[in-house]
């Protein structure tokens, strides 16, 4: 099953792998994380292997995950077999490899060429097949300053296509519209969050909808009924204000509450509840790309595992579709 990422042409699997989680815990120096807790690179690796040998060539990452060690792991795994794979990677925020620690956003066309150069050494390729601004609410028109550095980049061969990493729709039309190689949008997008601003604006403009949050940050897989909290080092127990789906490292009830009115739904046809989430991201629209996130070789095998089920039906989807508006 796959997808082209957007007017690029290029063909990817119609699910990604999330990379945010593999690179490990990464913060400001005092008390913000912005890593998933601990990881285990050896696992990691596996997972990654694992994912390619069950169809899934598109791999999503950022310079600034685990300050720059998802690159690195990532890298490694895919070393031998570079030209099968596709790589999105980001660029925005500024950090420390050695200290692990982040900085403040960086929008400057100088930044970017440094940040790339940073990626590729760290991904060991010598070109990324996306690249995409990691500043989600960065003005238009600074937006637009980068486009001229990104074309040249192009020009090089050192990027394939770039993309923005934002929720706003307004900010990703006009920029599709001004940068020619703009070929996708990541933005945060689950059955638990659908965004149809986003979706149309995509699906005008030839975007990929790349899916961050596909599985509302784990959510979705069904094992957070229990009340159990994340690590005191896990980012979804900041008080973030885009923190929704988490309050102090617990699931938030009324989501939970969410996800048991139409689990019937998802689960159907023998799906689990995350292959039923991803399956509703491929229903909705044509341009959808979900990348979840993992951390273990068996995350990897149940998502990847949803490329067998393929969409939901479009009863299916209408009956998701009800069940929510009845609960609203």
């Given amino acids: 099953m796959t997808r082209l990422l957007g007017r690029s042409g290029i063909e990817v699997s119609a699910l990604g792998m999330g990379c945010w989680a593999i690179g490990g815990p990464y913060g400001n120096g005092s008390t913000e994380q912005f890593g998933w807790g601990e990881v285990d690179d050896a696992e990691s690796t596996r997972a990654l292997h694992r994912a390619f040998d069950l169809g899934v060539t598109f791999y999503d990452t950022a310079s600034s995950?685990?300050?720059g060690h998802s690159e690195k792991v990532l890298g490694a795994a895919f070393r031998d077999r570079r030209?099968?794979?596709?790589?999105?990677?980001?660029?925005?925020?500024?950090?420390?490899?050695?200290?692990?620690?982040?900085?403040?956003?960086?929008?400057?066309?100088?930044?970017?060429?440094?940040?790339?150069?940073g990626s590729?050494?760290?991904?060991?390729?010598?070109?990324?097949d996306l690249y995409q601004l990691h500043i989600n609410d960065l003005p238009l028109e600074q937006a637009l300053d980068l486009v001229g550095t990104l074309e040249e980049l192009v020009a090089a061969g050192t990027l394939r296509a770039y993309g923005w990493s934002t929720d706003d729709p307004a900010r990703a039309e006009a920029f599709a519209a001004q940068a020619p190689?703009?070929?996708?949008?990541?933005?945060?997008?689950s059955v638990l969050h659908d965004n149809p601003a986003m979706i149309a604006v995509c699906e005008a403009s030839g975007q990929a909808s790349i899916n961050r949050g596909p599985l509302a940050m784990g959510l979705l897989s069904g094992k957070y009924h229990d009340h159990r909290q994340v690590a005191d080092n896990d980012v979804r127990r900041m008080g973030y204000g885009w923190m929704t789906y988490f309050r102090d490292g617990t699931a938030s009830p009324e989501y939970l509450a969410a996800i048991d009115g139409i689990r019937d739904v998802l689960t159907g046809g023998?799906?689990?509840?995350a292959q039923?989430?991803?399956a509703w991201l491929w229903a909705r629209s044509a341009t959808t790309v979900p990348i979840p996130g993992f951390?273990?070789?068996?995350?990897?095998?149940?998502?990847?595992?949803?490329?067998?089920?393929?969409?939901?039906?479009?009863?299916?989807?209408?009956?998701?579709?009800?069940?929510?508006?009845?609960?609203?």
Avoid: M
């Fill in 65 to 67: 995950y685990g300050a």
């Fill in 83 to 117: 030209d099968q794979v596709v790589i999105a990677s980001k660029w925005g925020g500024t950090f420390d490899e050695e200290t692990r620690e982040t900085g403040a956003s960086d929008p400057s066309p100088a930044f970017l060429r440094s940040c790339l150069e």
């Fill in 120 to 128: 590729l050494r760290r991904l060991g390729t010598d070109y990324v």
């Fill in 181 to 189: 190689h703009c070929t996708a949008i990541q933005h945060d997008q």
């Fill in 270 to 273: 023998g799906r689990t509840l």
């Fill in 276 to 278: 039923g989430a991803l």
């Fill in 295 to 328: 951390r273990t070789l068996a995350q990897v095998e149940e998502n990847a595992g949803a490329l067998a089920h393929g969409p939901l039906t479009a009863d299916e989807f209408g009956q998701v579709e009800k069940l929510l508006a009845a609960a609203r």
